[in-house]
T-cell receptor, first 115, second 114 residues
Framework: NAGVMQNPRHLVRRRGQEARLRCSPM?????VYWYRQLPEEGLKFMVY????????ESGMPKERFSAEFPKEGPSILRIQQVVRGDSAAYFC?????????????FGQGTRLTVV | AQTVTQSQPEMSVQEAETVTLSCTYDTSENNYYLFWYKQPPSRQMILVIR??????QNATENRFSVNFQKAAKSFSLKISDSQLGDTAMYFCAFMKPRDDKIIFGKGTRLHILP
């Protein structure tokens, strides 16, 4: 049973380009969470999605960031017109039901570098 | 709003020694969950131990144990017989039941020296 799969592991983008980060949850998990980790910081919540629904996006920046979790395929975190301050590690977690207290399975993250 | 504070940015101990990582938190909730996560150089976030606030008994997982002091809002992690593979960043974290977000501290970088 594969764990949470994120790709790519490393992504380099020039300022102004778009970044697309993918997350495939564990088999049987229908809840996906995205977190961002700035250098020397802990993870900060961004968004919580179920299939085809955004449940909580209170941690998402208001502009340039969007997330989706379609009926088929991985969850996508999209950052438009990236800036240097977007450089961070982005983690995805999944769970079989609402609330990560049941068990939180994290992917290995995508390190985004904006040059 | 809930906050999690880890006051030790970095620690080093000799292999086989015991080390304690500190964590305090602030909340007005009575029931909640507390976690310690390990992040080795591979960046994988690994759940080390979990404590439910309504349980008075401290959680243990092999060489890892916690000292949960609810009144003091303290949740320290003790690693016994430390091993080189314990070298990692350790994050203390908090979550309310049925919530969808975990609140992380800034982490403690732990070095186990041979």
């Amino acid at each position: 049973n594969a764990g949470v799969m994120q790709n790519p592991r490393h992504l380099v983008r020039r300022r102004g380009q778009e970044a697309r980060l993918r997350c495939s949850p564990m088999k049987g998990h229908s809840h996906v969470y995205w977190y961002r980790q700035l250098p020397e910081e802990g993870l900060k919540f961004m968004v919580y999605l179920q299939k085809e629904n955004i449940i909580d996006e209170s941690g998402m920046p208001k502009e340039r960031f969007s997330a989706e979790f379609p009926k088929e395929g991985p969850s996508i975190l999209r950052i438009q017109q990236v800036v240097r301050g977007d450089s961070a590690a982005y983690f995805c977690a999944s769970s079989p039901q609402q609330g990560l207290n049941t068990e939180a399975f994290f992917g290995q993250g995508t390190r985004l570098t904006v040059v | 709003a809930q906050t999690v504070t880890q006051s030790q940015p970095e620690m080093s101990v000799q292999e086989a020694e015991t080390v304690t990582l500190s964590c305090t938190y602030d909340t007005s909730e009575n029931n909640y969950y507390l976690f310690w996560y390990k992040q080795p150089p591979s960046r994988q976030m690994i759940l080390v131990i979990r404590q439910e606030a309504y349980k008075q008994q401290n959680a243990t997982e092999n060489r890892f144990s916690v000292n949960f002091q609810k009144a003091a809002k303290s949740f320290s992690l003790k690693i016994s017989d430390s091993q080189l593979g314990d070298t990692a960043m350790y994050f203390c974290a908090f979550m309310k039941p049925r919530d969808d977000k975990i609140i992380f501290g800034k982490g403690t970088r732990l070095h186990i020296l041979p």
